[in-house]
């Protein structure tokens, strides 16, 4: 099973690279390592195996964190009334909201061993195309808190940190046009 000491931490060079498309269709291990990242959220987000692994809570994982360099990511939460648990291969946004949204609460990284305050604007509502783990290509239209969630998850896929998004100048400046998410 993945736990933190699979968890690969900032200054590691390939937090900061692009990560490989995978080609389809995807091996036998690759499947394994997509349900393994989907199986450490779930893991995670169980108090009592959480606190038996000293796992960090998560909601979304990429698969450079835990040093692979390809194009695969997992999210697992509750959205509202709905559950969203996606393994994908090679998401990637086909189209995107002008109007933007953040987490009030900012954002965290079970990569990045430290706060870093401070709103984080992303796309309000985006279309993501890619792979499932039964190897059906998918179309997801999100919106909210799923809309953040995978913005974070494809941005490790383009080495991007989620800090840096962050205003430089002003961390704590309403991004203009933007839905505040709490
Ligand atoms: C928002 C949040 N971020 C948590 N951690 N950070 C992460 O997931 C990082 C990715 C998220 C950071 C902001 C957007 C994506 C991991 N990242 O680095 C992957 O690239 C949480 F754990 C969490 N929740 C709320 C839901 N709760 C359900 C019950 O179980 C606990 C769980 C806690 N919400
Ligand atoms: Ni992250």
């Known amino acids: 099973m993945i736990t933190m000491d699979d968890i690969v931490r ?29 199986m450490y959220l779930k893991n995670s987000q169980d108090p009592e195996i959480a606190e038996q692994y000293e796992l960090r809570p998560g909601v979304g994982l990429a698969a450079p964190q835990i040093g692979i360099s390809k194009r695969m990511i997992a999210v697992h939460f509750d959205d509202l009334d709905e559950k969203i648990s996606h393994g994908l291969f090679n998401p990637r946004i086909v189209s995107h909201s002008v109007e933007k949204a953040y987490l009030t609460s900012g954002e965290g990284c079970l990569s990045v061993d430290r706060e870093v305050p401070g709103y984080v604007p992303r796309y309000a509502r985006i279309t993501v195309k890619g792979t499932n783990i039964e190897g059906e290509e998918l179309k997801l239209r999100l919106k909210g808190y799923a809309s953040i969630v995978i913005q974070h998850e494809i941005d490790h896929l383009n080495g991007i940190m989620f800090y840096d998004h962050i205003n430089p100048d002003n961390p704590f400046e309403k991004p203009e046009n933007a839905i505040a998410l709490d």
């Open 10 to 38: 900032e200054g590691n060079p390939i937090l900061t690279q692009v990560a490989t498309k995978v080609e389809l269709p995807p091996t036998s291990e690759e499947i394994d390592t997509l349900k393994e990242m989907l």
